[in-house]
């Protein structure tokens, strides 16, 4: 089965938005044309629309029609899409006949329905794909890619690429093996970094995958290789030259013209990744709906207890080396990232300054009031021992930016001092929750520790893993909480 990192994956949402109005609107053309009014006019046809809407989901999800879907040929399309139409229509009958519903003349209806979606399917994959094509240097959304070549190859392997455009990547620099070019160009493409400097550059910057291309006179780079699998980065090499590389899940592939074999750390398929992606953003809308509600609570105490922002932003680091805005309450004083220096030598975490952890933190809003326990009341911790302050992430999580399951995202400081072994991390978006925190976080103090749990949720990564995380977190939540 095709498969992809779970942090790669081409973008399915815009195709699976297109067969659902495409289906709505065969519908809708074919019952005008049969009945000679609209489809919403009559209850019994109007269910109809919505059961074929949901018929489409089914079969999308289980027979995973976007497979390899931006480098098919037109004749293959046609081919696909005809499948995909055929095995809509008959899920469609399928579903009547179980329900027993009764339509008027359904072989003219549904032979009407099936010829105008299959027609305007088709069309608008292939105009989908070529304004892919015509957009194609936007790097919006699309994975950054490192070539790594030598330079009389450059040329001939960045025209390859340029040719397909529409792939979702987009070439973010060029590395030599022969040659220190480093500030230079080559076309639309900056040189980097030199053999010397690459592990640096790819450790600290935003990259996904490195597209590998050596002569057969010259060997692979292997201790560099394994460097970028070690730091969780997708690898693809030419299988005109394979050697023994790290250990990783491997697969053949075509990119750029080339047949090459590529490696990474964990796998999933696109429709793993597309429920993965559904249950985020039906977990980010009611996060949100939730966060609102608390926020009309929780916004008068936190202004009362220190005066300022409701909520507190930070640039943190994501997937391979994102930058992005998270949201949480503000739960500390306005002066909390100052303190944070005088403070690192109480650090919990083994390994300061790559993680922040304290008890009985001063920078808490209300940190000075105390329950009859002895314990902070203050409302800063109060919403963060009930982790009331991070709902607003869940906006984070609509966005694309996080994940309800994932890795503790560091803030760019931490990430700054990252060694190529801790950058494993961030190859997956970064989380609300994880594995880490539902595994006695406030007894872990050693860093290394963290990337193991870390790791260890990446390569075994399913979505049973994250139900059973999410459903600890619950768990953890209430458990923390009763025991205060």
């Known amino acids: ?52 809407m949901f018929c489409q989901i089914a079969v999308t999800f289980f027979a995973n029609p976007f497979q390899d879907i931006l480098k098919r040929g037109y004749y293959v399309e046609f081919k696909e899409t005809f499948k995909h139409v055929c095995a809509v229509m008959l899920v469609a009958v399928l579903h ?4 027993r519903q009764t339509v008027e003349n359904p072989e003219v209806l549904f032979s009407l329905t099936a010829a105008a979606y299959f027609v305007l399917l088709y069309l608008g994959r292939i105009f989908r794909k070529i304004c892919l094509r015509k957009g194609g ?42 040659k220190d070019l480093t500030g230079q160009r080559i076309g639309d493409i900056p040189v980097v970094a030199s053999m010397e400097s690459v592990k640096d550059y790819v450790r600290y910057e935003w990259v996904d995958e490195v597209f590998v291309k050596v002569p057969n006179t010259v060997a692979y780079p292997r201790e560099l290789i394994d460097s970028f699998i070690l730091m969780g980065i997708i690898v693809h090499l030419t299988l005109s030259k394979i050697e023994n590389i790290q250990e990783g899940l491997q697969q053949v592939e075509f990119m750029g013209g080339e047949t090459v074999l590529t490696t990474s750390i964990s796998m999933s398929s696109p429709r793993q990744i597309l429920y993965k992606r559904c249950m985020d953003i039906a977990g980010g809308l009611v996060g949100c709906l939730i966060t609102a509600v608390l926020f009309l609570f929780i916004g008068p105490l936190i202004y009362i207890s220190s005066p300022g922002p409701v909520f507190f932003s930070q640039v943190r680091i994501g997937r391979s080396g994102r930058q992005f805005k998270l949201y949480k309450f503000r739960s500390m004083y306005m002066d909390a990232e100052q303190k944070k220096k005088e403070l690192l030598e109480q650090n ?69 001092l990252y060694e190529l072994h801790h950058r494993i991390r961030m190859a997956i978006k970064p989380g609300i929750t994880g594995l880490w925190q ?13 990337v193991g749990l870390d790791t260890e949720y990446i390569k075994n990564w399913s979505l049973g893993l994250d139900c059973k995380i999410l459903f600890k977190t619950l768990y953890v939540i209430f458990k923390r909480d009763g025991a205060s």
């Open 438 to 450: 539902v595994s006695g976080r406030s007894k872990i103090t050693d860093f290394n520790e963290v």
């Open 137 to 178: 240097k936007s790097s919006r959304g699309k994975r950054s890619l490192i070539v790594v070549t030598v330079s009389d190859l450059a040329q001939e392997v960045l025209s390859r690429f340029t040719d397909t455009s529409y792939e979702d990547f987009v070439i973010s620099g060029i590395i030599f093996l022969d």
């Open 96 to 99: 009547m006949f179980l329900t």
């Open 348 to 416: 919990k975490i083994q390994g300061s300054p790559l993680m922040f952890k304290m008890d009985c933190d001063p920078r808490v809003i209300g940190s000075g009031k105390k329950n009859r326990h002895g314990h902070p009341a203050g409302i800063g911790h109060f919403i963060r021992r009930t982790s009331l302050d991070e709902f607003p992430q869940f906006w984070n999580v609509l966005k694309g930016e996080m994940s309800l399951v994932g890795t503790r995202p560091p803030t760019v400081d931490e990430w700054e």
């Open 1 to 52: 089965m095709y498969k992809r990192s779970i942090y790669g994956g081409l973008r399915y949402w815009d195709f699976l938005l297109l067969d659902l109005v495409s289906m709505q609107i065969a519908f809708g053309a074919a019952y005008a044309f049969w009945a000679s009014q609209t489809a919403y006019s009559d209850q019994l046809y109007r269910s109809e629309m919505f059961n074929f």
